[in-house]
């Protein structure tokens, strides 16, 4: 089987992600690395027309959308499994997931990570408006994500699936914040991070382990 080649920039989650999964997979993969705006180039949008990481390669198969890029990587390197086979586990895999895309990342990744991370980055000031505003569904995603693994190690099952391969990393930058990290604090989810931040695949996709490769 080729090599898998994922093209991102280093500390994006949704990027993570797809690395994790490779990781823990133990598929062979290159990470062609990108800098900061590289994702607007027009090589880049030549790989994804809407300017978005990651992307995928897989010989003469290109694909994007990081969702599509874990069931892709599912289903072509099947163990460990990291997909539920019964429905009802599958459809929670699949829930959480959307989670992360539409309301923990829209909603409060895109305000408050942006704004404490992203910005003094390109020398700008947060603005504290935009994150006071955030902070209901904050704590709304906090409380519910909290709630959905209870007493559990792992969000689906005794093993990590797809759906803990989105939420450590995105989670992960968002305790990186003094928000994210007041919000999470004593709840299971800070535990939970622990976990994941002790694996292997999550030590070998931190933003300082790619950009040092």
């Known amino acids: 089987m080729q090599d898998f080649v994922v093209h991102g920039i280093p500390g994006s989650p949704f990027v ?3 690395l994790l999964t ?3 997979k133990g598929a062979p993969y290159r990470f062609a690395r990108m800098a900061m705006g ?3 180039a027009p090589a880049h949008l030549a790989r994804h027309p809407w300017g978005r990481i990651p ?3 897989h010989g003469d198969f290109r694909l994007y959308e990081t969702q599509a890029i874990l069931r892709y990587l599912e289903a072509v390197l099947p163990e460990p499994r990291m997909r539920p ?3 009802r586990g599958a459809a929670r895999v699949d829930q959480l ?3 992360v895309d539409w309301y923990l990342f829209q909603q409060v990744l895109a305000r408050i990570v942006f704004q404490r991370v992203l910005v003094p980055m390109r020398g700008g000031t947060p603005d504290e408006a935009v994150i006071t505003a955030a902070m209901p569904d904050a704590r709304l995603c906090i409380v519910t994500l909290a709630d959905m693994l209870g007493t559990k190690t792992w969000f689906v099952g005794d ?3 797809l759906a803990d391969m989105m939420l450590g990393p995105t989670l992960a930058v968002l305790a990186a914040t003094p928000e994210g990290a007041e919000l999470m ?3 299971v989810l800070a535990g939970y991070l622990d976990r994941m931040n002790a694996r292997a695949s999550m030590q070998h996709t931190t933003r300082e382990y790619l950009l040092a490769a």
């Open 38 to 40: 590289e994702h607007k």
């Open 159 to 161: 093993t990590p699936t």
């Open 22 to 24: 490779l990781e823990e």
């Open 16 to 18: 993570r992600a797809v």
């Open 97 to 99: 997931m959307n989670i």
């Open 185 to 187: 604090a004593g709840t």
């Open 85 to 87: 086979a019964e429905s």
């Open 55 to 57: 992307v995928l390669d």
